[in-house]
């Protein structure tokens, strides 16, 4: 979705509009579909977290200062929104009870085992930067870390799939 799009939508969504809230968070479903899927791994647990979200940007969507930031603003509730629901699932089962997760659509199988194999936060972060384009400082911002930390963790991530890949 064009930033001019978004920016639009947010202003009437703002006024109390939910056909263009409505619209607002359909525009942007698959971006959210993909960062819940790379921290959650699991359909379930990314649908629960993108219902949330969604709620969450409905009633708070007074609180955003800029209408431009509207994507990085909706995704830190999704990555937090995330974490809580990973939070829940570690009090309630043992790492090795977890179900392996069942993603059928086109999102790409291959990545999406390789990206499993590397540790969360850098499969975050290198989700955030690749797939959905966000910049360092934006990264950082969202995960409340320094851009520093963002940029090591990029390099460990791709280091990790450079050996996931045999490179």
Request: proline letters at 1%; a negative charge.
């Amino acid at each position: 979705m064009q930033i001019d799009e978004t920016m639009r939508l947010v202003k009437l969504a703002k006024n109390h509009d939910k056909d263009a809230f409505a619209a607002l968070m359909q525009g942007h479903m698959q971006e959210m579909y993909k960062v819940g899927l790379s921290i959650l791994m699991n359909d379930e647990d990314v649908a629960d977290a993108v219902g949330e979200t969604i709620l969450n940007c409905y009633e708070k969507l007074g609180t955003l200062k800029e209408d431009k930031y509207f994507k990085t603003w909706m995704t830190r509730i999704l990555i937090n929104n995330c974490y809580a629901i990973l939070d829940v699932r570690k009090r309630q089962t043992d790492l090795e009870e977890w179900e392996e997760p069942s993603v059928t659509d086109e999102y790409n199988v291959e990545l999406k085992d390789a990206l499993n194999s590397i540790d969360e936060k850098y499969r975050t972060v290198i989700t955030l930067y690749y797939l959905e384009e966000y910049g360092t400082k934006e990264i950082a911002e969202m995960l409340n870390i320094p851009k520093s930390t963002v940029t090591t963790w990029l390099q460990r991530g791709r280091e990790a799939l450079a050996k996931y890949y045999g490179v």
